[in-house]
């Protein structure tokens, strides 16, 4: 089966990033589009990606991609599929739906008759009449429906790869893994050089740093993949890559370091950095981003923060007091360092950098859960 067609999802808004990974890894060309890329791989880019990616969710073999009228012309379209490959007769499997855009049909429609459509067609090929089962499915088709566009994916990952294994405390505001690495990936930091989260949370920034440094694949830690029961798949060359890559990583010491305000997320921090096995070179103190004194005794030219939105909490003195003194204890301590920081309230955010005179160097729009953001990259 060599030249699969594949296509992954990625969050909105770093589409770019994931494609410019997935050439990275696979060494092959890769298309982007919205919220997910599209490329043609071996089989063993599924056991490379679901390891090794930082920036995906999902990664999907492409069983059909195509324009359609109506959710007819859906049910002919997915008939056609020759699903025997990818599924025995004694399995089960789901079909999970999203539908973007204005339509006569719901989700739910889509999932009923991309569902018919399946057995219907195993049933004329083989003889058999497949299984549903909507909570523990063997087999888990994404069915996706954009405007006029229909595209079936056969899901290789199960749950979203955001969901790296290693968060043992939950931070109430936490960043995405994936987001985080795509921060990592437009500051341009050079291992070698010192890093800070100077408002860490859960140590999700920290952590990542430190799975790009020591080439630590980002989800080694996960136990379970949808790929272990697609039938044409051989497992062991799963665990001889996964051996080998887990091999290659290295144990150096880098200046990684995460400064939180409150005890009780910085002990969560301490735990989740312990839990992902890199507690030895992520350094984490308690600290105020905003106060100059508190930080690290060290000239970092790295800073990478996903700071308070002002969602869940309102800083005293309001959001764009509280990013003027965040800005103003950076210019006074690290003049000249790259900052790439992620907000919601990014009005108030880029009126602060007007009034400390810090430079943007660019920006772009992500979706970060359901929340629209900005990541700025900035010249302090």
Same mark, same amino acid.
């Given at each position: 089966m060599d030249g699969i067609e594949f296509f992954a999802t990625t969050s909105a808004g770093i589409e770019d990033l994931a494609?410019?990974?997935?050439?990275?890894?696979?060494?092959?060309?890769?298309? *982007? %589009?919205?919220?997910?890329?599209?490329?043609?791989?071996?089989? $063993?880019? #599924?056991?490379? &990606? +679901?390891?090794?990616?930082?920036?995906?969710?999902?990664?999907?073999?492409?069983?059909?991609?195509?324009?359609?009228?109506?959710?007819?012309?859906?049910?002919?379209?997915?008939?056609?599929?020759?699903?025997?490959?990818?599924?025995?007769?004694?399995?089960?499997?789901?079909?999970?739906?999203?539908?973007?855009?204005?339509?006569?049909?719901?989700?739910?429609?889509?999932?009923?008759?991309?569902?018919?459509?399946?057995?219907?067609?195993?049933?004329?090929?083989?003889?058999?009449?497949?299984?549903?089962?909507?909570?523990? *499915? %063997?087999?888990?088709?994404?069915?996706?429906?954009?405007?006029? $566009?229909? #595209?079936?994916? &056969? +899901?290789?990952?199960?749950?979203?790869?955001?969901?790296?294994?290693?968060?043992?405390?939950?931070?109430?505001?936490?960043?995405?893994?994936?987001?985080?690495?795509?921060?990592?990936?437009?500051?341009?930091?050079?291992?070698?050089?010192?890093?800070?989260?100077?408002?860490?949370?859960?140590a999700t920034i920290p952590i990542e740093a430190a799975f790009k440094a020591r080439r630590i694949p980002p989800n080694y830690l996960r136990k379970n993949f949808a790929f272990h029961k697609i039938g044409f798949l051989n497992l062991q060359d799963f665990?001889?890559?996964?051996?080998?890559?887990?091999?290659?990583?290295?144990?150096?010491?880098?200046?990684i370091f995460g400064m939180e305000k409150y005890e009780r997320h910085l002990r969560g921090a301490i735990m989740n950095c312990s839990n992902a096995g890199v507690s030895d070179t992520v350094f984490l103190k308690l600290g105020d981003a905003t106060c100059p004194e508190m930080y690290p005794c060290e000239s970092f030219n790295t800073i990478i923060v996903n700071p308070p939105y002002g969602v869940r909490m309102v800083p005293e003195g309001g959001m764009k007091r509280f990013y003027k003194l965040f800005l103003k204890a950076l210019r006074e301590r690290f003049s000249g360092s790259t900052l790439v920081l992620i907000t919601a309230a990014f009005r108030r955010f880029l009126q602060a950098v007007d009034e400390v005179d810090v430079k943007v160097l660019g920006e772009r729009n992500v979706l970060h859960g359901r929340l629209s953001a900005k990541i700025f990259k900035c010249k302090i």
């Open positions: 494609s410019s990974e997935v050439e990275m890894l696979l060494k092959v060309k890769c298309v *982007p %589009d919205v919220g997910k890329v599209f490329f043609k791989s071996s089989p $063993e880019s #599924i056991y490379i &990606l +679901n390891l090794c990616a930082s920036t995906l969710n999902k990664v999907m073999i492409c069983l059909c991609r195509t324009y359609f009228e109506n959710l007819n012309q859906i049910y002919y379209l997915v008939k056609q599929v020759d699903f025997s490959k990818y599924i025995l007769p004694d399995q089960s499997f789901a079909v999970e739906s999203e539908r973007y855009g204005v339509h006569d049909f719901t989700s739910v429609d889509v999932s009923r008759v991309v569902g018919q459509a399946i057995i219907d067609s195993y049933l004329s090929s083989k003889g058999v009449r497949l299984k549903v089962n909507l909570n523990s *499915p %063997d087999i888990i088709f994404f069915s996706l429906v954009r405007d006029k $566009e229909y #595209i079936l994916g &056969l +899901n290789t990952t199960g749950e979203s790869l955001h969901k790296r294994g290693y968060r043992v405390y939950e931070h109430p505001a936490a960043l995405k893994p994936t987001i985080a690495s795509a921060m990592l990936m437009l500051a341009g930091w050079d291992c070698s050089m010192p890093l800070i989260d100077p408002m860490c949370g859960g665990e001889n890559l996964r051996g080998k890559l887990l091999s290659t990583a290295n144990r150096n010491v880098y200046k």
